[in-house]
């Protein structure tokens, strides 16, 4: 069994050894403008142009019609009827969301390895690794937000403004529309199952009436166990949960060890 530690040296090494890589095959291979270390012709996806392009509506214009297809594809995926009761989770729960982050990465490292070629994608992959690895980013939707400003940086240096401004751009909605609301969990925990049906039907009934989404539920199978998982605006507070959970919950469950409300 492969550990944590173990894991993140692994990856560490990894992302040196593909960096590394890629610096060798540029040092052997001078670049030549458009064409690709190896010799394949390099496309013109008409992003080049440097900042004269940022005038040009088509040009922008062209970038955001990819955008719009490449998250329309990514929707179907992400919301796929058939995972929804796999989200019994908040890790699951926030899957579908960070999947946008990462498909507008992927369509980026598309347009840099077209452009630039092959080799952009190992430098790419080597540096998410390295992040991911031996970075303390906490979830997979920061990992994606780091490669993300990655990419951007490169971009810049590559001379593609409108490939960055257009994926800041489209980086900044994905970001707003992940962060619009948090996902919480009530953990009902009941002495039987009559008592966690109760409480089960109350916990949903203060989800409804405050306006907010029910995400999924998971039951603790042979025990009187329940997690309620549900989302709500992020400027509601934890504080205003509870309160409503007070109110809905205490006429039919007045005992408060019966209900939890996870961190």
């Not at 008409?46 to 004269?52: K, S, V």
């Not at 934890?238 to 205490?250: F, N, P, S, Y």
Request: hydrophobic share 50%; aromatic share 8%.
């Amino acid at each position: 069994m492969v550990h944590a530690g173990q894991a993140g040296r692994i990856g560490w090494a990894l992302g040196v050894m593909v960096v590394a890589t890629a610096g060798a095959v540029f040092a052997q291979s001078p670049l030549v403008p458009g064409v690709e270390p190896s010799g394949r012709p390099l496309t013109d996806t008409g992003f080049g142009g440097g900042y004269a392009a940022l005038m040009s509506p088509s040009t922008m214009l062209g970038f955001l019609r990819d955008v719009v297809i490449g998250f329309g594809l990514t929707a179907l995926i992400a919301f796929h009827p058939s995972l929804r009761h796999l989200r019994n989770t908040v890790e699951e729960a926030e899957i579908p969301r960070t999947q946008f982050l990462y498909a507008l990465v992927g369509m980026v490292i598309g347009f840099l390895v077209v452009t630039h070629g092959s080799i952009i994608g190992f430098i790419v992959f080597g540096i998410g690794g390295l992040m991911r690895f031996r970075t303390d980013l906490g979830s997979s939707a920061r990992t994606g937000e780091c490669i993300v400003v990655t990419v951007v940086g490169l971009c810049i240096g590559l001379e593609l403004p409108v490939v960055a401004v257009m994926t800041t751009l489209s980086a900044w909605v994905v970001i707003w529309f992940i962060n619009r609301t948090r996902v919480h969990v009530i953990e009902l925990i009941a002495p039987d199952f009559a008592g966690l049906d109760a409480a089960a039907e109350a916990a949903r009934s203060v989800v409804d009436t405050a306006g907010w989404r029910h995400v999924g539920e998971k039951h603790g199978g042979y025990k009187p166990h329940m997690r309620i998982l549900f989302s709500a605006p992020s400027q509601v507070t934890r504080g205003d949960i509870l309160d409503a959970l007070r109110a809905g919950l205490g006429p039919s469950v007045p005992d408060e060890r019966v209900w939890h409300l996870a961190d």
